[in-house]
């Protein structure tokens, strides 16, 4: 299998982003807890792709991680690509 581009982890992050939108619609997608549910929603899928075992408070973790990295080094950029290459430079091949 080969290894999962950046912008493959990127879409697939994104696609979770637009269904908590959608579960959140009442609150314009704003959900303070927001890492649970992406997590609920992304572990078995981002761990097929990258070929790793990460359980739901490991992925919660990094994405608050790749959240305060992406404010800290580059905050207007666009987030679904950063958190691509934050996946895929820490877990890709």
Same mark, same amino acid.
């Given at each position: 299998? $080969?290894? $999962? +581009?950046?912008?493959?982890? %990127?879409?697939? &992050?994104?696609? *979770?982003?637009?269904?908590? @939108?959608?579960?959140?619609?009442? +609150? /314009? %997608?704003?959900? $303070? /807890?927001?890492?649970?549910?992406?997590?609920? @929603? #992304? *572990? /078995? /899928? #981002?761990?097929?792709?990258? %070929?790793?075992?990460?359980?739901?408070?490991? #992925?919660?973790?990094?994405? &608050?991680?790749?959240?305060?990295?992406?404010?800290?080094?580059?905050? !207007?950029?666009?987030?679904? *690509?950063?958190? %691509?290459?934050?996946?895929?430079?820490?877990? !890709?091949?």
């Amino acid at each position: 299998m $080969p290894a $999962p +581009t950046p912008q493959a982890i %990127g879409e697939m &992050i994104h696609s *979770v982003a637009e269904a908590h @939108h959608q579960a959140f619609i009442e +609150t /314009d %997608g704003a959900d $303070p /807890d927001w890492p649970i549910w992406y997590s609920e @929603h #992304l *572990v /078995d /899928d #981002l761990n097929a792709a990258l %070929g790793t075992s990460m359980t739901k408070s490991e #992925l919660i973790y990094l994405l &608050i991680s790749a959240e305060r990295e992406q404010f800290a080094r580059a905050p !207007g950029a666009n987030w679904p *690509v950063y958190y %691509g290459r934050f996946f895929t430079e820490r877990y !890709g091949a």
